[in-house]
């Protein structure tokens, strides 16, 4: 039979507002605190980052340029662009409450995730709070970029989705669905097939429900095909994002060192592109394609947007990604060494710190003494390099083995360790521990992690800390749940005492 809780209703109501009090102290102390260290909410992306609309074009053809965007899903880019738009003399102090909110809203949805999970009340506050205090997760939190969003989105999918199973009706099931579509309109990594696969299987596993299941997936389902299909009329490209093709350049001809490239290119295996890193300015390509006519839309016109970055949602770009995929499919066939770096890369990375990004050089410092404490005690992450290009240095010059230490060591051993655990709970020996909603949960989480960290690793590379952020709140619920189940059963396996 499955575990049931034992406490009476009065006592769990009362501990869990306990709980709660406890976690959103622990959140406004930890806020304090950073705040006092120096830590202050940074809004540089709009103007900085690739994946985001000229902020001019934000605060004057918003829409318009969300129409003819296609180098990323508009969800995000909507979101912001309201802001800019609605306050654009202020937005950075906007955004800084809006981020804060996340961030209380993230410390309740962990805190409630894993109490539907019946961990224990305070294994789940520790846990809690140990993420939302720890130094990657504030400094997502004082960064205008998409992971905070998503780490939030993330969290109640899986508590919709236990409502769901627990009584299916349509509005449940529009609210899970709904916030899948916003995930799959954020970022590129939550494409539709995840969607399709998820809904495949909740109508299998939840027969009675199924037409809820349809009602609820099928709208969202025909949005994403909407914007993918407005993207092939416009741009030909039937997808909700065009980076792939240069994405394809990082994993493979980006990783060839310049002799390599050099050979492979005067020998006619590769297009003279291999040579350019990818994501360049448009002068760099422009000997290689057909400078497109103007349109007379700015979000497709502009070389460069008004901040001075490179405005990758000009069409011309469209042929650069042919090109990269061109080389990329050459790459893999003929020396499939160049992915491989990649792909050791990616791992390498998905096991770092949270913080070690360079995106925080800057605030990071700040936060001394205790990040290097967390990073080392809870990642295990010894020794930190000041960019990955010092990481190619001691690669090139020591070999493999002296970078262990630059990477979390500890996160290399509970990581897996959480996900084998999860998968063996759908042993059917181990299955009737669970109820159904816990489990479709579980399958849930160890589903979304798995997708997300293929799809991350084996198609990105530099940065799979930053894809595995989002992430962190499902390995933290699963451990506590993990916890949780071990020490029940081995209580219940021992004698009682006399």
């Not at 007379?296 to 042929?319: C, K, M, R, W």
């Not at 990581?415 to 181990?430: D, E, I, K, S």
């Not at 991350?456 to 930053?466: D, K």
Request: proline share 6%; with cysteine; net charge positive.
């Amino acid at each position: 039979m499955p575990e049931t809780a034992t406490k009476p209703r009065g006592a769990k109501t009362s501990a869990l507002s306990c709980s709660q009090l406890t976690v959103l102290a622990a959140f406004v102390i930890s806020r304090i605190l950073y705040w006092h260290a120096g830590l202050r909410f940074d809004a540089s992306p709009i103007d900085n980052y690739w994946q985001f609309i000229d902020p001019v074009l934000m605060k004057t053809r918003l829409f318009e340029s969300l129409w003819y965007l296609h180098m990323q899903p508009p969800g995000f880019n909507l979101a912001i662009g309201l802001v800019v738009k609605l306050f654009p003399d202020s937005y950075t102090e906007v955004l800084t409450i809006v981020y804060l909110i996340l961030g209380v809203s993230i410390t309740l949805s962990l805190l409630h995730l894993m109490k539907l999970l019946r961990v224990s009340g305070p294994l789940a506050v520790v846990l809690t709070i140990l993420f939302i205090a720890n130094p990657g997760c504030v400094l997502y939190e004082n960064l205008a970029i998409y992971e905070y969003p998503i780490a939030f989105l993330l969290l109640i999918a899986a508590i919709a989705l236990f409502r769901l199973c627990q009584s299916p009706t349509v509005s449940r099931s529009l609210l899970f669905f709904g916030t899948l579509f916003a995930l799959a309109m954020i970022r590129n990594i939550f494409h539709i097939l995840f969607i399709v696969l998820i809904a495949i299987t909740l109508a299998t596993l939840m027969p009675r429900a199924r037409r809820i299941i349809v009602v609820g997936a099928l709208p969202m389902l025909v949005l994403i095909l909407m914007v993918q299909t407005k993207n092939w009329i416009l741009f030909h490209s039937f997808t909700t994002s065009t980076w792939a093709g240069m994405n394809t350049g990082v994993v493979t001809t980006f990783q060839l060192t310049p002799d390599e490239a050099k050979t492979l290119i005067d020998r006619g295996v590769l297009s003279p592109i291999a040579a350019i890193p990818p994501f360049s300015g448009l002068g760099y390509y422009t000997p290689f394609i057909h400078v497109t006519p103007p349109t007379g839309i700015p979000v497709l016109d502009e070389a460069d947007a008004s901040t001075g970055h490179a405005n990758f949602n000009n069409p011309a770009y469209l042929q650069v990604h042919e090109m990269y995929f061109a080389n990329a499919r050459t790459i893999l066939r003929h020396y499939p060494v160049a992915y491989l770096r990649s792909v050791a890369i990616a791992w390498f990375t998905y096991f770092l710190s949270t913080s070690d990004m360079h995106s925080f050089d800057a605030a990071r410092p700040k936060l001394q003494p205790f990040d290097s404490i967390y990073r080392e005690v809870v990642f295990g992450q010894f020794r930190q390099a000041a960019d990955r290009k010092e990481l190619r240095e001691i690669r090139a010059s020591e070999g493999v083995w002296p970078l262990v230490p630059y990477t979390g060591t500890f996160a290399m051993i509970y990581l897996p360790l959480l996900v084998a655990w999860t998968l063996l709970q759908f042993l059917p020996g181990r299955r009737r521990h669970w109820t159904a909603q816990e489990l479709t949960v579980l399958g849930l989480m160890i589903f979304t992690i798995l997708f997300s960290t293929a799809v991350s690793n084996f198609l990105s590379t530099f940065e799979n800390n930053r894809y595995r952020f989002p992430l962190d709140g499902y390995y933290t619920a699963i451990a506590g749940t993990a916890v949780t189940s071990i020490v029940r059963r081995r209580n219940r396996s021992m004698p009682n005492a006399e």
